[in-house]
Structures are given as structure tokens and as C-alpha cells.
């Protein structure tokens, strides 16, 4: 089973409390990334099809399509890929925000 990350400014001191990330800061930062595209839906294939409704930003790493999902402020991620690890991070450091695995 992989980790679930979430990109958090819960625990940042320059901000007010409760000061999220946006949705419209999410889509402008990744509208800067070229392996990155907006989606309102992720659609999970495995032994049943499930489709879940929200605001993913779709990482394209080789043949992977991982979801960076954005709800009430913060971006959560699986870490069920090595190369998800270092990106996240990227996208953490970039937004001001921390990782918290959870």
C-alpha cells in the first residue's frame, strides 16, 4: 500500500491561519508546468473502474499519469511512484508549503 501526502501551508509562519493554497493558485502554477494538465475528474482502472470528481492536476511521468488532487487548500498525492517523492517536493518548495505524510 503507498503513502498519501498532502502539500500544506497549515504549518507555515509568514501565514494567516487558515490560509490555504487557492484553486486558482494551484491552476496558474500548474499551467507553468509542461508535464501537468488539469482535469475536474480522475478515472482509477484496476479491477473495477471508479471515477472520482474534484480538481486534479495530472502529472504525465513516462507512461504514469499521477494525480495531484486539490481540496480545501491543500494538494494530497500517493507515493506509490519513486519519482513522486522529489516533484512533490519541488511543488512544496515552489508554493511555500510543507509536505505531511498522512
Not at 509562519?13 to 482535469?39: M, N, V, W
Request: aromatic share 14%; charged share 25%; proline share 4%.
Amino acid at each position: 500500500m503507498s503513502k498519501r501526502y498532502r502539500i500544506t501551508r497549515e504549518y507555515q509562519q509568514h501565514t494567516d491561519s487558515g490560509q490555504g493554497i487557492s484553486l486558482e493558485e494551484c491552476r496558474r502554477y500548474f499551467a507553468t508546468k509542461p508535464d501537468f494538465t488539469y482535469s475536474p475528474v480522475f478515472i482509477a482502472n484496476g479491477e473495477t473502474t471508479m471515477t472520482i470528481e474534484g480538481d486534479f492536476f495530472m502529472w504525465s511521468y513516462g507512461e504514469a499519469l499521477i494525480p495531484f488532487r486539490y481540496y480545501q487548500g491543500d494538494i494530497y498525492v500517493s507515493g506509490s511512484n519513486d519519482a513522486v517523492i522529489p516533484m512533490m517536493m519541488e511543488v512544496a518548495s515552489e508554493l511555500t508549503a510543507d509536505v505531511e505524510e498522512g
